[in-house]
């Protein structure tokens, strides 16, 4: 009997939409940040560079696998998961945030526990999820309402059931702008967070000083909400920043920041009309609804080199949302450009399984890395039905060519959030529907998209991903944020 999925895949080769294999994937890891604890995970995206990929030792086909999920404190969701460096007897430290404060679960072996939680003063709508352990044992989080960063640690070092305490309060002066929820970590130590009115700060974690601040952007038209996603940095301090009218890369040297190109790009798509600048809960709302014409585009994600390499992401774009990606050091000398675009634009492609419309949803999640191989899944919102919008999709970017090639596209999993990609199993990791009402957690071929790991779990909505990637922890655990809880996938011995 010819299934649906062998029709599809048929027509889809006919179509050019999907290879019998595609080239080699590539890992290039970035330079580990030493600022950060020494993890598998410390940052949301897994790194600076916003990769959510890497030689990862994950679950895959043949292991027998253990399904464990814990409720988080307070009913609340907590989108990411984060983790610290093990410690000495090897368990490990995952780190959630909910909207009302910081939680600390133990991976050790075949227990999942939550040690710690600690109550953290937030708004009702600030969505405070941003965590992150840095190499000192410090744990940094914010409180929008409070215009403060929160700075938890151990009661004592290296002690795995010792819980969270709250070592000390940065207050953020308000002259010096109000925070969003979006900060990352420099490679020399800094804090650097976004602040309402499009502007960025570095904030010292031991000092507590806010260093500097800064306009992202010098250009009159480089307005436009800068909050709905975070921002990748490398290692040389240049951070790239999207909005809805293009990217800015800005370089941090310690001191302060400097403009070194801006990118002008319509990221909400042809006729879509200016949003209105008082009301940024509402853009907000109809962003986590996938609504036509809204986002900032994804997360960037940085691929290559700072000298050839690009940075990437999804535009907001109807009938289909785009795969973009410019430059991130100056255009080579023989490049002329795409027509009508901005000359840093180096390459767009239409993604067929990726789109607002019908019951799709405006991308949102940020593309996956895996050298110049990028993952990208279709989201459908924090509250999926059982017949969401399916699509996973693989897109090359070919150096010679200088253009982006779609590998593969399986248009018959759900995955809800961004995908985890890993050299080491040949996986491209995501959870979501599988049929009907059913959930899943899903393992799909790097090389062909045909699905290799496929595990049921419950129809609950308790296990519905809640669109974060999925975390990997050292032990090879997958942690994945579900509906007010954490589940866990660990291996468990034949």
Same mark, same amino acid.
């Given at each position: 009997?010819?299934?649906i999925d062998?029709?599809?895949r048929?027509l889809?080769?006919?179509?050019?939409?999907?290879?019998?294999a595609?080239?080699p994937v590539?890992?290039?890891?970035p330079?580990r940040?030493p600022?950060?604890?020494?993890?598998?995970?410390?940052?949301f995206?897994? @790194?600076?560079?916003?990769q959510?990929a890497? #030689?990862l030792?994950?679950?895959?086909p043949g292991?027998?696998?253990?399904?464990?999920?814990?409720?988080?404190?307070?009913g609340?969701?907590s989108p990411?998961?984060?983790l610290?460096?093990p410690?000495s007897?090897?368990?490990?430290?995952?780190l959630?945030s909910?909207?009302?404060?910081?939680?600390?679960w133990?991976?050790?072996?075949d227990r999942f526990?939550?040690?710690?939680y600690?109550?953290?003063?937030?708004?009702?709508?600030?969505?405070?999820w941003?965590v992150?352990?840095l190499?000192n044992?410090?744990i940094?989080?914010? *409180?929008?309402s409070?215009? *403060?960063?929160?700075? /938890?640690?151990d009661?004592?070092?290296d002690?795995?059931?010792?819980?969270?305490?709250?070592?000390?309060v940065?207050?953020?002066?308000?002259?010096a702008?109000?925070?969003?929820?979006?900060f990352?970590i420099s490679?020399?130590?800094?804090?650097?967070?976004?602040?309402?009115?499009n502007?960025i700060?570095a904030? *010292?974690p031991?000092s507590?000083?806010v260093?500097a601040? #800064?306009?992202i952007?010098?250009?009159?038209?480089?307005?436009g909400? &800068?909050?709905h996603n975070?921002f990748?940095?490398?290692?040389? &301090?240049?951070?790239?920043?999207s @909005?809805q009218?293009?990217?800015? #890369?800005?370089?941090?040297?310690?001191v302060?920041?400097?403009?070194a190109?801006?990118?002008?790009?319509d990221f909400r798509?042809p006729g879509?009309r200016?949003? %209105? %600048?008082?009301s940024?809960l509402?853009?907000?709302?109809?962003?986590?609804?996938?609504?036509?014409c809204?986002g900032t585009?994804? $997360?960037?994600?940085?691929?290559g080199?700072?000298?050839?390499g690009?940075?990437?992401?999804t535009d907001?774009?109807?009938?289909n949302n785009?795969l973009?990606?410019?430059?991130?050091?100056?255009p080579p000398?023989?490049?002329r450009?795409?027509?009508?675009q901005?000359?840093?634009?180096?390459?767009?492609?239409?993604l067929? /399984?990726s789109?607002?419309?019908g019951?799709?949803f405006?991308a949102?999640?940020?593309p996956?890395?895996? &050298?110049?191989s990028?993952?990208?899944a279709?989201w459908?919102? +924090?509250?999926p039905?059982?017949?969401p919008p399916k699509?996973?999709?693989r897109?090359d970017?070919?150096?010679?060519?200088?253009?982006?090639?779609?590998?593969?596209a399986?248009a018959?999993?759900h +995955?809800?959030?961004?995908?985890?990609?890993?050299s080491? $199993?040949? /996986?491209?990791?995501?959870?979501?529907r #599988?049929?009907?009402?059913?959930?899943?957690?899903?393992?799909?071929?790097i090389?062909?998209g045909?699905?290799r790991?496929?595990?049921p779990l419950?129809?609950?909505?308790? +296990?519905?991903?809640q669109? @974060?990637?999925?975390?990997?922890a050292?032990?090879?655990?997958?942690?994945?944020?579900?509906r007010r809880?954490q589940?866990r996938?660990? %291996?468990?011995?034949?």
């Amino acid at each position: 009997m010819i299934t649906i999925d062998a029709l599809f895949r048929g027509l889809a080769l006919s179509l050019g939409l999907v290879t019998a294999a595609g080239p080699p994937v590539q890992d290039m890891e970035p330079p580990r940040n030493p600022a950060l604890a020494d993890s598998t995970w410390p940052l949301f995206h897994r @790194n600076g560079y916003a990769q959510a990929a890497g #030689a990862l030792d994950a679950i895959a086909p043949g292991d027998a696998i253990r399904i464990q999920r814990l409720d988080n404190p307070e009913g609340g969701t907590s989108p990411w998961t984060v983790l610290d460096e093990p410690y000495s007897n090897g368990s490990q430290m995952a780190l959630g945030s909910v909207q009302t404060g910081v939680v600390k679960w133990l991976l050790d072996g075949d227990r999942f526990e939550q040690v710690s939680y600690v109550p953290i003063p937030r708004g009702r709508f600030d969505f405070d999820w941003y965590v992150a352990p840095l190499a000192n044992g410090d744990i940094i989080t914010t *409180s929008i309402s409070r215009n *403060s960063l929160y700075v /938890l640690r151990d009661a004592r070092p290296d002690c795995p059931r010792c819980p969270l305490v709250i070592d000390r309060v940065i207050e953020v002066p308000r002259e010096a702008g109000r925070l969003t929820i979006h900060f990352s970590i420099s490679y020399d130590g800094h804090i650097l967070i976004l602040m309402e009115d499009n502007r960025i700060a570095a904030i *010292s974690p031991a000092s507590g000083r806010v260093v500097a601040t #800064a306009p992202i952007g010098t250009r009159r038209d480089a307005g436009g909400y &800068g909050y709905h996603n975070a921002f990748a940095l490398d290692e040389t &301090g240049r951070i790239y920043i999207s @909005n809805q009218q293009g990217v800015t #890369a800005l370089d941090w040297d310690g001191v302060r920041f400097s403009t070194a190109w801006e990118a002008a790009y319509d990221f909400r798509g042809p006729g879509c009309r200016e949003p %209105r %600048r008082q009301s940024r809960l509402r853009e907000r709302l109809r962003t986590i609804r996938g609504m036509i014409c809204t986002g900032t585009g994804t $997360t960037p994600t940085l691929i290559g080199t700072r000298e050839d390499g690009l940075v990437v992401m999804t535009d907001g774009h109807a009938p289909n949302n785009n795969l973009v990606g410019f430059w991130r050091d100056d255009p080579p000398d023989d490049w002329r450009g795409l027509a009508d675009q901005d000359r840093r634009l180096a390459g767009r492609i239409a993604l067929p /399984l990726s789109t607002p419309e019908g019951e799709g949803f405006t991308a949102e999640n940020s593309p996956a890395a895996l &050298g110049n191989s990028i993952f990208i899944a279709q989201w459908a919102g +924090f509250n999926p039905d059982c017949s969401p919008p399916k699509g996973v999709q693989r897109v090359d970017w070919n150096p010679t060519a200088r253009a982006f090639e779609l590998v593969w596209a399986n248009a018959s999993v759900h +995955f809800n959030g961004i995908p985890t990609a890993s050299s080491a $199993t040949k /996986l491209v990791y995501g959870s979501g529907r #599988a049929n009907g009402c059913q959930l899943a957690y899903r393992g799909l071929d790097i090389d062909t998209g045909d699905l290799r790991l496929d595990i049921p779990l419950e129809t609950s909505d308790a +296990f519905t991903d809640q669109g @974060n990637q999925q975390t990997v922890a050292s032990d090879g655990s997958v942690i994945v944020g579900v509906r007010r809880g954490q589940m866990r996938l660990s %291996r468990t011995p034949r």
